[in-house]
């Protein structure tokens, strides 16, 4: 099953899977224009998925939220229940404030947030809705699945965040929204500035605030997330297009081609060719 609704004057497009036998992604290609959002349910048994070439376990009643930017593919997607959505249909950076995940659920870090029965029964009676009303076209059906929409996210992150911060005290700290708008920051501006002065700055903090911050909630430092993200877009330039590594090089804001292949090799123990030509044996 895959359900479709589309807004011809905003370009709003929210879609729904369910037991489809080719659903994926693959952003450096076919879906480069389609900038969806994936919020994916594992409803089988544990699986694999497989985003930007690495494999990771899915395990079963599982959600994994997805950016629009990763590619992926799953062992049995029939097992799979999805939600796509654009910016167009929902932002979810304009719109932080209801639902508090940009930089979370949806973020650099790939969250596996198992659900508890309680919230598995949530989901399967939203699904049920979601299915109705896409299937039911009348002058409020957008704003409804839009609502449902918002209620999903919320659900989700709630869940998430007594998963990854069970202390209630700091589930409560507004400090964490820092975090989470660094990490934000970082996928706007990664490919020119690599400097944690320089985000620190932004969120008129000093580095040291910010590395303190990170690890109360026992978060990657800053300078970690950052050249992980370069890291993870190195390997997608590399996997996914033709661009030399010296394109790649300046793509990502280095200067020096050997200076940056010492810094991807430091990271993946491998020059950038080396990775590329392995990824192309397999």
């Not at 939220?65 to 249909?89: G, K, Y």
């Not at 198992?114 to 076209?137: C, G, H, K, S, Y």
């Amino acid at each position: 099953m895959k359900l479709v609704i589309k807004d011809p004057v905003s370009g709003g497009t929210l879609l729904l899977f369910k037991n489809e036998e080719n659903f994926d992604r693959l952003y450096y290609g076919r879906d480069r224009d389609t900038k969806y959002f994936t919020i994916a349910w594992n409803a089988g048994e544990t699986q694999t998925v497989t985003i930007d070439g690495e494999e990771h376990v899915f395990k079963s009643h599982t959600i994994l939220a997805l950016m629009f930017n990763q590619s992926f593919q799953f062992e049995r997607p029939t097992d799979i229940v999805a939600w796509q959505f654009n910016r167009e249909f929902y932002c979810i950076v304009d719109h932080d404030r209801e639902v508090s995940c940009v930089g979370f659920i949806f973020g650099i870090d790939k969250l596996f947030i198992t659900l508890d029965p309680d919230t598995q029964q949530r989901l399967e009676l939203m699904l049920d809705i979601f299915v109705l009303e896409m299937n039911t076209v009348d002058n409020i059906q957008n704003d409804m699945l839009l609502m449902l929409l918002k209620r999903l996210i919320i659900t989700i992150t709630q869940l998430a965040t007594s998963t990854y911060i069970p202390d209630k005290k700091l589930q409560q700290d507004s400090r964490f929204h820092i975090i989470r708008k660094f990490n934000l920051l970082v996928e706007e501006h990664f490919r020119t500035e690599h400097s944690v002065s320089y985000y620190a700055q932004l969120l008129n903090k000093s580095p040291k605030t910010l590395s303190n911050l990170f690890a109360l909630f026992n978060q990657k430092t800053p300078t970690q997330i950052i050249q992980e993200r370069i890291i993870i877009e190195a390997k997608r330039l590399l996997r996914f297009t033709n661009k030399s590594p010296k394109q790649i090089t300046f793509e990502l804001g280095f200067e020096d081609p050997a200076y940056f292949s010492n810094f991807f090799k430091k990271h993946t123990n491998a020059t950038p060719l080396e990775f590329r030509n392995a990824k192309v044996e397999e």
